[in-house]
């Protein structure tokens, strides 16, 4: 399923039991839960703590704190106000928690592939971890209380990444977008809610999180996921036998070859049409992962990180030709 499934991600959301939402806490408040959460984590047993960088959002530089969006590390609301506000960060970035976005935690954890059973595990534990030291806002029948009343009960917002050009060109998402819906699930673009979908890339995630187990949701997820690769498979293998499919993906790999400019919507575009030849087997000598990589490290701010510079938008779409060129020759 690697071929169409490129990460996964689970997501869970907690407050502390004594302390107003975060649209109501003082900003004195806001300080002693980012305390509360550092010192649950720091003072734990887990060999997982010493993994955590801890970062004052209003210390980040603007161009870091994008690049912590592109890379769904955090959410564009929690870099819209950064002011009593904190992250902690895991070394290899696939473990994040968010203080004082919506909820007082929203804990991550991201996984290549389809792993939703590793992803929900790992993001068991540092739940365990956090409640060992600190006191969740919990009822007995609603489950874990949150700011927004569609995240009550679990908590937990499960998704897949998904690569699905060939539904794409067919025109299906709009269908199964309201097949989905129906099942209580959703289709959205990469960074979810509100987001267009760029080199054909979605994001699959559970909409139900009261009255449902989290185990149930994950399953549910992963059923769906089944059908849903089934599905892009099957439209690939009709789509490149097309001449001009085969012709439009070796077109792609050229421009992306040797191109000296190129923009951030061309690049994700001819990347995706290039992924499609990869796991078609037409493009040889190039693997899915550096092509997943690329489509992250080509992002705006991400650029400019890895330059340790702020670019102008010619300058990026400069350097971000440069890249590619230095990753696919």
Same mark, same amino acid.
């Given at each position: 399923?690697?071929?169409?499934?490129?990460?996964?991600?689970?997501?869970?959301?907690?407050?502390?039991?004594?302390?107003?939402?975060?649209?109501?806490?003082?900003?004195?408040?806001?300080?002693?839960?980012?305390?509360?959460?550092?010192?649950?984590?720091?003072?734990?047993?887990?060999?997982?703590?010493?993994?955590?960088?801890?970062?004052?959002?209003?210390?980040?530089?603007?161009?870091?704190?994008?690049?912590?969006?592109?890379?769904?590390?955090?959410?564009?609301?929690?870099?819209?106000?950064?002011?009593?506000?904190?992250?902690?960060?895991?070394?290899?970035?696939?473990?994040?928690?968010?203080?004082?976005?919506?909820?007082?935690?929203?804990?991550?954890?991201?996984?290549?592939?389809?792993?939703?059973?590793?992803?929900? &595990? $790992?993001?068991?534990?540092?739940?365990?971890? @956090?409640?060992?030291?600190?006191?969740?806002?919990? /009822? #007995?029948? %609603?489950?874990?209380?949150?700011?927004?009343?569609?995240?009550?009960?679990?908590?937990?917002?499960?998704?897949?990444?998904?690569?699905?050009?060939?539904?794409?060109?067919?025109?299906?998402?709009?269908?199964?977008?309201?097949?989905?819906?129906?099942?209580?699930?959703?289709?959205?673009?990469?960074?979810?809610?509100?987001?267009?979908?760029?080199?054909?890339?979605?994001?699959?995630?559970?909409?139900?999180?009261?009255?449902?187990?989290?185990?149930?949701?994950?399953?549910?997820?992963?059923?769906?996921?089944?059908?849903?690769?089934?599905?892009?498979?099957?439209?690939?293998?009709?789509?490149?036998?097309?001449?001009?499919?085969? &012709? $439009?993906?070796?077109?792609?790999?050229?421009? @992306?070859?040797?191109?000296?400019?190129?923009?951030? /919507? #061309?690049? %994700?575009?001819?990347?995706?049409?290039?992924?499609?030849?990869?796991?078609?087997?037409?493009?040889?000598?190039?693997?899915?992962?550096?092509?997943?990589?690329?489509?992250?490290?080509?992002?705006?701010?991400?650029?400019?990180?890895?330059?340790?510079?702020?670019?102008?938008?010619?300058?990026?779409?400069?350097?971000?030709?440069?890249?590619?060129?230095?990753?696919?020759?």
């Amino acid at each position: 399923m690697s071929n169409v499934v490129i990460s996964t991600r689970v997501r869970l959301a907690r407050n502390l039991k004594d302390y107003p939402f975060p649209c109501k806490l003082s900003a004195q408040g806001r300080e002693q839960v980012i305390s509360k959460v550092r010192d649950a984590v720091k003072n734990s047993n887990s060999v997982l703590a010493d993994d955590f960088s801890f970062i004052k959002m209003s210390e980040v530089e603007p161009r870091r704190a994008v690049s912590l969006v592109e890379k769904r590390l955090v959410s564009p609301e929690f870099i819209s106000e950064t002011e009593g506000r904190a992250l902690l960060l895991s070394s290899d970035e696939s473990f994040s928690i968010m203080i004082n976005e919506e909820d007082h935690i929203r804990l991550q954890v991201i996984t290549k592939g389809l792993s939703l059973d590793e992803a929900f &595990d $790992t993001a068991d534990k540092l739940d365990t971890l @956090l409640d060992e030291n600190l006191e969740f806002a919990f /009822d #007995e029948k %609603l489950g874990y209380l949150t700011q927004c009343p569609t995240n009550l009960g679990t908590g937990m917002r499960a998704s897949v990444m998904l690569h699905l050009p060939a539904l794409e060109k067919s025109r299906a998402i709009s269908r199964i977008a309201g097949n989905l819906a129906k099942l209580g699930l959703t289709i959205r673009g990469a960074h979810g809610e509100g987001t267009e979908p760029k080199g054909a890339l979605y994001q699959l995630s559970n909409q139900v999180t009261l009255g449902i187990s989290e185990q149930a949701a994950i399953e549910n997820l992963k059923n769906i996921t089944a059908q849903l690769v089934a599905q892009e498979e099957q439209a690939r293998e009709r789509l490149c036998k097309s001449v001009d499919v085969q &012709d $439009t993906i070796a077109r792609s790999l050229g421009i @992306l070859k040797y191109a000296m400019v190129i923009s951030h /919507d #061309e690049a %994700l575009k001819l990347l995706s049409n290039v992924r499609l030849g990869v796991v078609s087997g037409q493009l040889k000598d190039i693997s899915t992962e550096k092509i997943d990589k690329l489509m992250n490290d080509v992002e705006p701010a991400t650029l400019s990180v890895n330059a340790g510079k702020n670019l102008t938008p010619h300058e990026r779409d400069v350097e971000r030709a440069r890249l590619i060129q230095s990753v696919l020759n």
